[in-house]
């Protein structure tokens, strides 16, 4: 079981296509990391193993043109929601998962698999890394959302133009890019 979730954890990252040369080296790294064999999952919090999976999940408001982020609290930064991938777990159900937990809303994927993938450094303690796999979820900013109160200061919609991206993922601004041009 867990040799297939690797491989399938491999493919859905084989099949991200590089919005550039960052992005492209993110996605060969991650692949080389999952079928080298070490450990992809985080076991403890906050860093056992230094580097894990997480996915990434952005609500999406196509019509209006905004993008839903988290006022994470733990890290200070606006964000999209999302969370580690447990053991053996598809990190699509990690976005299933996670979103019933922190936004308490059901998934609706605009499309099977991850947009992005980064490779990101983190602070806190000793620091570790995380391989986050961006899924976009459709969402509607008309509408209220609830959220997890203990691990968010608040939930926000964007336009793509107001993005605090001084104060966010240090690979949003990329991120946004691509789903421009996803949906252009």
Do not use: C
Request: hydrophobic residues 40%.
């Amino acid at each position: 079981m867990a040799n297939r979730v690797r491989d399938r954890i491999a493919e859905i990252v084989a099949a991200i296509e590089p919005v550039d040369d960052l992005e492209r080296e993110h996605r060969d790294s991650t692949i080389e990391w999952i079928r080298s064999g070490a450990p992809i999952f985080r076991t403890k919090k906050p860093d056992v193993p230094l580097m894990h999976l997480v996915s990434y999940f952005a609500l999406v408001d196509e019509e209006r043109g905004k993008l839903l982020l988290v006022d994470h609290k733990l890290a200070g930064l606006w964000l999209p929601s999302g969370g580690h991938v447990e053991p053996d777990e598809d990190p699509r159900a990690t976005v299933v998962r996670e979103l019933a937990e922190e936004l308490s809303l059901l998934a609706d994927f605009m499309q099977p698999d991850p947009l992005f993938i980064t490779v990101t450094r983190t602070g806190g303690g000793i620091g570790h890394t995380d391989v986050s796999l961006w899924y976009l979820l459709r969402g509607d900013s008309s509408r209220a959302i609830e959220f997890d109160r203990g691990e968010f200061h608040g939930v926000r919609w964007f336009g793509f133009d107001e993005i605090p991206f001084e104060r966010s993922d240090p690979h949003m601004r990329r991120f946004v890019e691509k789903l421009r041009g996803l949906l252009a």
